[in-house]
């Protein structure tokens, strides 16, 4: 081998030692976890053990970044992620709604969907409910106290699937909202201030008031331990059963093993004892689920999505 060949070859071989160096360096930078929603709520508060234990693991600063806004779109948190570059450093904690509503909705960054998931890791206890003075306490009791009184409802925009959920099982049971609007945060003050009448929210964000309140109903398939007597939506309509979700996801050309150096530590996060001892006080489910048991999921609650679209559509 002559010993220009020779050089090259060495050129080349340390190329790629050296890319492979960088590549098992990962991280070396700070990481940044981004939330499109206020912070306080679970998916926030669990954000912050993942990003806390992720900065204990590899030695690197890490930031839980909230960026509210659009109510059902633009996500302009999700936004943020798919036009970061696709090396691990920016992190979505998203609910069902950008990989299932985002791209329906017309948003150019989102559609095609631009994600993979490394996970789900939060089920939300989600709720209907009503102030504890409200001339109703049942689902039931609100559906003819609709049909000859205007009822608004308060919700984190009309797209997203508990909004869609929650206007589907009216039409289910012969009512409907007479307005509804969307707002940023839902909670005790919402209802206190009798600027809507119901809300559809996560119950850790009316926990502070739970006594004051009347839960009519809770999104999903199983009762919240906290609120026992609450039917599901899916015992009214098992046709609306949908759980609300939240996961990790990156930019779907993200290397595979800078994936899996995320999951790992997202994982373990979920298991601790600091995590289950939030899902015993809120009444959340927190666990692990694989990506591929995502990609599943996703495909299955879009196909229910449409299905309540076709419904709210008639």
Not at 160 to 168: E, F, H, N, R, Y
Not at 217 to 242: H, K, M, N, W, Y
Not at 269 to 285: I, K, N, P, V, Y
Not at 291 to 311: C, K, L, P
């Amino acid at each position: 081998m002559s010993k220009f060949k020779s050089a090259m070859t060495a050129m080349a071989l340390a190329m790629v030692a050296v890319s492979g160096a960088a590549q098992a360096e990962y991280p070396e930078k700070p990481v940044e976890f981004v939330v499109p929603w206020p912070p306080g709520d679970l998916e926030d508060v669990l954000t912050r053990m993942i990003a806390e234990d992720f900065s204990a693991a590899y030695d690197v600063p890490t930031a839980v970044v909230n960026k509210p806004g659009g109510g059902g779109g633009p996500f302009p948190g999700a936004i943020e992620v798919a036009n970061a570059p696709a090396d691990g450093y920016t992190i979505g904690s998203f609910i069902i709604a950008i990989p299932v509503v985002g791209p329906q909705i017309g948003i150019p960054e989102l559609n095609p969907d631009p994600f993979v998931p490394l996970g789900n890791f939060l089920t939300y206890p989600f709720v209907i409910a009503t102030s504890g003075d409200a001339p109703y306490a049942t689902m039931d009791e609100l559906a003819a106290h609709a049909k000859d009184n205007d009822v608004v409802l308060g919700h984190f925009g009309a797209p997203l699937v508990p909004t869609q959920v929650t206007m589907g099982l009216a039409k289910k049971m012969g009512f409907a909202y007479a307005s509804d609007a969307a707002f940023d945060a839902l909670d005790c003050n919402t209802l206190a201030s009798g600027d809507v009448d119901v809300i559809n929210t996560t119950l850790q964000l009316i926990l502070p008031c739970l006594d004051d309140v009347n839960v009519l109903a809770s999104i999903g398939s199983e009762r919240i331990g906290l609120t026992p007597d609450a039917p599901t939506v899916a015992e009214l309509a098992p046709e609306l059963d949908v759980a609300l979700w939240n996961g990790l996801f990156v930019h779907k050309d993200t290397p595979q093993d800078v994936q899996d150096k995320i999951i790992a530590v997202a994982k373990e996060t979920m298991m601790s004892d600091r995590a289950q001892a939030l899902a015993a006080e809120t009444g959340a489910l927190v666990y692990w689920q694989s990506a591929s048991d995502v990609v599943a999921q996703i495909q299955s609650d879009i196909a229910t999505m449409e299905q309540i679209g076709s419904m709210l559509a008639e």
